[in-house]
């Protein structure tokens, strides 16, 4: 049991940085694949994995790989698992899918084949007909590519974005775990300043106090996992016991925020305060052509707006033109952003140091990286 196969399940392009963050958290046994990250742990690493990872979608247990090319395939593949091992004979227990260029293409009856194999898997412990199904929520899942099936078990629930601090959403919401790759792929330390001049419901700078204070992000909820006999209360106590002794918030913070709308700063504002770093995060309504930073080698951190995404290109491209003029007085300052615009680099004036493509949700943005100086280092003693 503490030799399980676990899933970091990571946004295309997020890999390396959902492997580096298992790294950090001591998992060098690992391999990396197109959207997921596979690690080895027990239980306790549910635990650890579900309330640390910033970057991740979900935690799964991989709990069969084989290959499907027919239903009776699928069915005997689900059935060889050893579902009452971890399913208690009230658990809940659906079946979610996919298919991909695979022969079993219909997910609907993959679903259903697989559900059926679970049952009459419990059948022969539980010795009953009928699963009542109101315990705890086993999620499973069954993904079909190239006639390979996987068998996977969710740990998470619903997705780790949802740290919940975040009740209201602006019209264009950036996801919890994006902002935090945009905040870990840049070079900010906490004793740097940062600042986003489109801070919409204030993602990214929530998510770099996070990280500038070593705050665990699943702190603030719960998971599906938390109520499996297999990954007991004593674990979750330890693991959010670790989360809390790790916690640094002595560290003085210089982060800002700042939006020409102010019905995205009060949904700002309020998840700001339900974060806890409402001393800590300076708010303010500002056009991007007004903003003085404070500070030196800083970091802007942003997710300016684009014409699909809010629906006026033109005005848009205004307010990047406005970020390129308000560069020019932070010369010192690095600079990074995420867009869908293919004419960001031309419309801003400068060509980027670096690029990435990420996607946030379904669509493919570039991450642009504007490199900056770094901060003198100080002198020893």
């Given at each position: 049991m503490d030799n399980l196969q676990l899933i970091a399940t990571a946004p295309m392009g997020l890999e390396a940085v959902v492997a580096r963050e298992l790294m950090d958290l001591g998992y060098t046994d690992q391999k990396?694949?197109?959207?997921?990250?596979?690690?080895?742990?027990?239980?306790?690493?549910?635990?650890?994995?579900?309330?640390?990872?910033?970057?991740?979608?979900?935690?799964?247990?991989?709990?069969?790989?084989?290959?499907?090319t027919t239903f009776e395939e699928l069915f005997e593949g689900a059935k060889a698992i050893d579902w009452p091992e971890w399913i208690p004979?009230?658990?809940?227990?659906?079946?979610?899918?996919?298919?991909?260029?695979?022969?079993?293409s219909s997910v609907p009856a993959c679903q259903s084949i697989v559900k059926k194999a679970v049952v009459e898997k419990m059948k022969t412990v539980y010795g009953t007909e009928w699963f009542q199904e109101?315990?705890?929520?086993?999620?499973?899942?069954?993904?079909?590519?190239?006639?390979?099936?996987?068998?996977?078990?969710d740990t998470t629930g619903p997705g780790l974005h949802k740290r919940g601090y975040r009740k209201l959403v602006t019209e264009a919401?950036?996801?919890?775990?994006?902002?935090?790759?945009m905040v870990l792929l840049s070079r900010w330390q906490p004793e740097r300043p940062l600042y986003d001049p489109f801070c919409g419901s204030g993602t990214i700078p929530i998510e770099a106090a996070m990280i500038g204070w070593n705050i665990a992000p699943g702190l603030r909820r719960s998971f599906n996992s938390e109520g499996w006999?297999?990954?007991?209360?004593?674990?979750?106590?330890?693991?959010?016991?670790?989360?809390?002794?790790?916690?640094?918030d002595d560290i003085p913070l210089q982060i800002a925020g700042s939006d020409i709308d102010p019905a995205a700063l009060d949904v700002a504002a309020a998840a700001v305060k339900k974060a806890g770093f409402a001393k800590e995060i300076k708010l303010t309504q500002?056009?991007?052509?007004?903003?003085?930073?404070?500070?030196?080698?800083?970091c802007i951190v942003t997710n300016p707006p684009?014409?699909?995404?809010?629906?006026?290109?033109?005005?848009?491209?205004?307010?990047?033109?406005?970020?390129?003029?308000?560069?020019?007085?932070l010369p010192n300052w690095s600079m990074f952003a995420l867009t869908q615009s293919r004419t960001f680099?031309?419309?801003?004036?400068?060509?980027?140091d670096k690029r990435r493509k990420l996607f946030n949700g379904r669509l493919e943005c570039t991450y642009y990286q504007f490199f900056g100086p770094l901060p003198p280092r100080s002198k020893p003693q």
């Open positions: 990396v694949e197109n959207g997921r990250v596979i690690f080895r742990g027990g239980p306790a690493d549910i635990c650890r994995a579900n309330l640390w990872l910033r970057t991740s979608d979900r935690v799964l247990i991989k709990m069969a790989e084989y290959p499907a004979e009230d658990g809940e227990f659906p079946v979610e899918g996919r298919s991909h260029k695979s022969q079993l109101d315990g705890a929520r086993f999620v499973i899942e069954v993904w079909l590519l190239n006639d390979i099936a996987m068998i996977t078990l919401p950036l996801k919890e775990t994006m902002a935090a790759a006999p297999l990954v007991p209360d004593e674990l979750w106590e330890q693991a959010r016991e670790e989360a809390f002794d790790a916690v640094k500002m056009a991007v052509s007004r903003i003085k930073p404070e500070g030196d080698y800083g684009y014409g699909t995404r809010l629906g006026d290109e033109t005005d848009a491209e205004k307010a990047v033109r406005q970020l390129g003029l308000s560069m020019l007085y680099e031309e419309t801003i004036g400068r060509k980027a």
